[in-house]
């Protein structure tokens, strides 16, 4: 429990740092990889419309709660366990004039704060990779979503097997110690008691959203799938690791097709 709470006050302050540069870095569209596309994939698995009743987990910034507040009149309503997160995502909503559609809460997603059966959909982009527990999380969305209604969420999934290398907490941070098998993913959900689960591979919007970025900055696929296989064989050496390290890491375990990007779906059934 201990090593757990250090974990998620760990990536509370990576993402908090992060926030301070999103504009500037590749992580403004990498809280959700594959952008819109993928978060339309969500939207029309989860079966949100005009008027329905969302959770976003993990909501980070607020993009995908506005997205849906403006874009299907829906009702939204995001958390996340940073505050400063919460905060900016807030004084976004006000900006837009979406406050009447959207709020955001700080929360754990292991323990969510609503009552049963409360939500017509719960989705989370990204995220359930960065939860120590996936099940609890799967349980807590499922138990505040009506039944016959879904949860969706899409994530970083292993093609195989990574090095030891990348298990430590900013490699956790970055959406790759935390990931898991498809299979596992799936497990996961039939565990947590959800039926007709449903899989779709996402991987090919992502890999194209960062052969575009890497094309927008000038910089050879190659030479970033090189730079990267070289860092994570020194990474047992190097104590002081960056996000630039960490970015060239991810960018090369995409383009290799180490690790993809699948969207799972699940079912409450009725009690």
């Not at 507040?69 to 979406?98: C, F, H, Q, T, W």
Request: include cysteine; hydrophobic fraction near 40%.
């Amino acid at each position: 429990m201990e090593d757990e709470a250090r974990l998620k006050n760990f990536i509370v302050r990576y993402y908090e740092e992060r926030l301070k540069t999103e504009s500037k870095r590749f992580i403004s569209i990498c809280y959700h990889p594959g952008g819109v596309e993928t978060t339309d994939r969500v939207i029309e698995e989860a079966g949100i419309g005009e008027g329905s009743i969302v959770l976003d987990v993990a909501s980070g910034p607020g993009d995908t709660a506005i997205y849906l507040a403006a874009n299907l009149g829906s009702n939204v309503v995001g958390i996340d366990l940073s505050r400063k997160m919460v905060d900016y995502a807030d004084s976004l909503v006000k900006g837009v004039e979406l406050h009447h559609q959207v709020k955001f809460v700080i929360a754990d997603a292991e323990r969510l704060p609503f009552k049963d059966n409360v939500f017509d959909a719960a989705i989370s982009e990204c995220s359930l990779c960065l939860l120590p527990n996936t099940l609890k999380a799967l349980s807590e969305m499922k138990r505040v979503v009506k039944p016959e209604t879904k949860v969706v969420v899409s994530d970083v999934v292993l093609m195989e097997n990574l090095p030891a290398s990348l298990n430590n907490f900013l490699s956790y941070a970055s959406c790759i110690a935390g990931a898991k098998t498809l299979d596992e993913y799936v497990d996961e959900f039939k565990k947590a008691g959800f039926k007709e689960i449903r899989t779709m591979n996402l991987s090919p919007y992502v890999v194209k959203q960062i052969r575009q970025f890497l094309q927008d900055q000038n910089l050879n696929p190659k030479e970033i799938m090189d730079a990267g296989e070289n860092l994570i064989s020194k990474l047992p050496n190097k104590k002081d690791t960056s996000f630039k390290t960490y970015e060239t890491i991810s960018f090369y375990l995409w383009l290799c097709g180490k690790i993809g990007y699948s969207m799972i779906s699940g079912v409450k059934p009725e009690s």
